[in-house]
């Protein structure tokens, strides 16, 4: 009896340590093999990436016999990808050696010593001048001015609207309101006329993460007077509370969504809404206006959950006008999404190979432009007519570049962010007014930043 | 563990002392030289992450927006006493765990126990059969079918709808109230088999002793039953009020800690500020903030149950 306890304890304790042991050594990997994380979004019929990519890890193993790309799909929400994405930067053990993140998140990564500059590899790479300055702008460290990723793609955001719903409710198309005024009142129209649609939405709350704050909040927030300032004053350096254009952004969730002019609220603050716009709620009719990306189309082509082909003469494009009409007329905001190599990568030579020689040549960068229904971000790509067809809404939002606005990318943002999905949800819900929920936003922005980086708007 | 092993008689485990065996000491120590892999084992992998939990507690570590981590004292801990969302997350936290754990799974694994005695075999299967499964299916397993129990065309709707009455939003309205009783379904079939053995083996001759007297079956329960098995009610209670302080999954999956903060328990909460607002430091200070909620349970507990062996 005793002597089995022994064996099964020593046996338990060798078995531990050949795990651990085992664990380091198969991380430890050869020269000729990398490892490719990149996010599979909950929906899991939507293959376009990972069908992309494995066309491309074929193509550079063919090329460079002997070497092995390994594909790390990460099934997750998007605020849950970014976090397994820094858990696993985090210790040598288990960085990989390309990452796929957004631009929005470069900066924070980089602060928190994840990324690795890229400067003495886009130095050699002839291509790397084709990128737009913006791009390039998006991936650059706030504190160094070094180059931590290579962009691959970027996307604007608009109005989508169903022409048919419109014209039967009594709208005129196209479409193209000028005012907040006039969104909301088209939506109030929509509501009387058609029982069982819903009118417009616009992405709110905690669960819907960045699309809240981004496809959400901002699109309002930088159409405000303050503009480019209206949520981060680069100028001063200081993040702006107590602004004026931020209660009237809430006041706009809270009459939509207190008026019953926008989704249901449990809907909205559901999970996987995003989801369910794409696939369900537009192609089925039964959403009119959605203010939302350029990528819409991804979930209607053949290749897509919900092949919709019909979505070419029945859904139309506007851009989003600011609040009052006040110039330029409209407003977007861009993001788009870059490759990185972590700082702790084994093997960031052949990182960059795969990177450089397959995944951003001109030819197979306007592939993933054109297959992804995103807007481009290499001059060569953007004339590229396989890419300028390949969608037909794509010269439309690649238009909206002219007034688009990018996001502070700034480590805190990601705080900022929160808080104002958080002051969303409780206008949203009826929890707070928009004045208590514009207050408690204040609060949370000066803990997350600090009251010194801080500074009361203007407009 | 090794140590509590019965030592099978005639092989040296009786304390008679033979010539040249070694001096008790020295024996005792050989004695527990088995235990040391595990000790090293706990040490390693339990032992020391905790401890590096406790010192990130004071520091201001984050996910990622810093490369260093410094030393803050007790800021976590004054910066959680003063977030009125912390606060809210402590209040629903109590509610959750005394609704749903103390009120909920203890007096209901209680009354079926106690119903299941005179029950007929077949029902007693059935009953059960139903319990277990939901104690069975994992955390994440049942949040979701509480989910789709609960949500507003799920299926306590419908049923709602079949007999003509109101419907309700039972996620959106009331979500604190939903996990309550999902964490019911969900536990109830631990307390049932803790309270079936404890009944099982009050003595009969007490029972039947009790009747003799002319006690009815509500003082058979109240005034011989319950006392004997009082023990066993408080071990239940600090088991099952340390697994309820826990709950993540099944909120998670039900309501994200949404509408709002209408349900974000303290686990919920520590999720969010360490994995989502990337604060590692201040996340893991409000898990030591929920180790003391839990150690102040159980020291309540362990203190009636003292009284009870006085």
């Not at chain 1, 209206?230 to 254009?245: F, P």
Request: proline letters at 5%; a neutral charge.
């Amino acid at each position: 009896m005793r002597s089995r306890i022994v064996t099964a304890a020593a046996f338990t304790a060798a078995t531990a340590l050949a795990a651990t042991g085992c664990g380091s050594g198969s991380s430890g990997s050869s020269a000729k093999s990398i490892k490719v994380v990149y996010w599979q979004n909950l929906d899991s019929t939507n293959k376009l990436q990972a069908n992309f990519l494995a066309s491309m890890v074929k193509e550079f193993t063919k090329a460079n016999p002997g070497t092995k790309v390994t594909l790390v799909p990460v099934t997750a929400s998007e605020n849950d990808y970014y976090t397994k994405l820094q858990l696993m930067m985090r210790s040598p053990a288990t960085a990989p050696d390309l990452v796929y993140e957004d631009t929005a998140l470069i900066n924070s990564d980089i602060a928190g010593g994840y990324l690795k500059p890229l400067d003495t590899y886009t130095a050699k790479w002839a291509d790397w001048s084709q990128y737009a300055k913006a791009a390039k702008g998006a991936v650059t460290g706030a504190s160094d001015g070094k180059t931590y990723a290579v962009p691959d793609d970027t996307d604007t955001r608009g109005i989508w609207y169903n022409k048919q719903l419109l014209q039967k409710a009594g709208i005129a198309v196209p479409w193209q309101p000028k005012t907040w005024a006039d969104v909301i009142a088209a939506a109030k129209k929509i509501k009387a006329k058609l029982p069982g649609v819903t009118p417009l939405n616009l992405y709110t709350g905690q669960a819907g993460g960045e699309a809240s704050s981004m496809q959400g909040f901002e699109m309002l927030l930088y159409g405000t007077p303050a503009g480019d300032k209206s949520l981060y004053d680069a100028s001063q350096k200081k993040w702006v509370v107590g602004s004026q254009g931020f209660k009237d952004a809430l006041d706009f969730v809270h009459t939509l969504y207190s008026q019953g002019l926008g989704p249901a609220k449990e809907q909205a603050l559901g999970a996987n809404f995003g989801t369910a716009v794409g696939t369900e709620l537009i192609p089925e009719g039964k959403l009119a206006i959605d203010i939302d990306g350029s990528w819409m189309p991804n979930n209607w082509s053949s290749a897509a959950a919900k092949p919709w082909t019909e979505w070419q003469s029945v859904m139309g494009t506007a851009a989003m006008p600011t609040q009052n009409g006040q110039a330029p007329g409209s407003t977007s905001m861009s993001g788009g999404w870059a490759w990185s190599i972590p700082a702790k990568a084994k093997n960031p030579d052949l990182a960059w190979k795969f990177l450089s020689t397959t995944l951003q040549t001109k030819t197979n960068a306007a592939k993933w432009n054109a297959t992804n229904a995103n807007i481009a971000v290499r001059t060569d790509v953007a004339s590229d007519p396989t890419y300028l067809n390949s969608v037909p809404t794509n010269k439309f939002f690649t238009e909206l570049v002219a007034d688009t606005h990018y996001r502070p990318g700034l480590p805190e943002y990601n705080q900022v962010s929160t808080a104002i999905q958080k002051a969303m949800e409780s206008v949203t819900t009826g929890q707070a007014s928009v004045d208590k929920a514009a207050s408690t936003f204040d609060n949370d922005v000066k803990a997350a930043v600090g009251d010194d980086k801080t500074a009361e708007g203007t407009s | 563990m090794t140590t509590l092993a019965p030592a099978p008689p005639g092989t040296g485990g009786h304390p008679r002392r033979s010539r040249g065996a070694p001096a008790p000491a020295v024996r005792s120590l050989l004695r527990g030289l088995p235990t040391v892999p595990a000790v090293v084992l706990l040490a390693v992998f339990l032992a020391g992450p905790i401890a590096y939990c406790v010192y990130y507690a004071f520091t201001d570590m984050q996910l990622t927006g810093a490369a260093g981590t410094h030393f803050v004292g007790v800021d976590n801990f004054t910066r959680a006493f003063k977030d009125t969302d912390f606060l809210n997350a402590m209040w629903l936290t109590l509610l959750f765990v005394v609704g749903s754990a103390v009120i909920g799974q203890n007096t209901l694994g209680l009354a079926l126990a106690v119903l299941m005695q005179k029950a007929t075999q077949p029902v007693r299967a059935l009953v059960n059969g139903v319990v277990i499964a939901a104690w069975v299916l994992p955390e994440v397993v049942a949040g979701y079918l509480m989910y789709a129990f609960f949500y507003d065309q799920g299926s306590l709707n419908s049923l709602l709808d079949a007999v003509h009455l109101p419907d309700q939003n039972w996620l959106y309205t009331m979500p604190i109230l939903a996990v309550c009783l999902a964490n019911v379904w969900r536990g109830t079939a631990f307390s049932l088999m803790v309270f079936t053995a404890a009944i099982n083996d009050v003595p009969q001759e007490l029972v039947e002793a009790a009747e003799m007297d002319g006690a009815g079956p509500w003082q058979r329960l109240w005034r011989v039953v319950l006392p004997v098995i009082r023990p066993s009610i408080l071990t239940n209670l600090m088991l099952i009020t340390l697994q309820t302080l826990s709950v993540f999954g099944l909120i998670y999956t039900m309501t994200r800690g949404g509408p709002g903060n209408k349900s974000e328990t303290l686990p919920i909460f520590m999720y969010q500020q360490a994995f989502q607002n990337s604060l590692i430091g201040y996340g893991t200070a409000i898990a030591l903030v929920l180790l003391v909620v839990g150690a102040l349970f159980s020291v309540v507990y362990i203190r009636l149950l003292k009284l009870e062996d006085d």
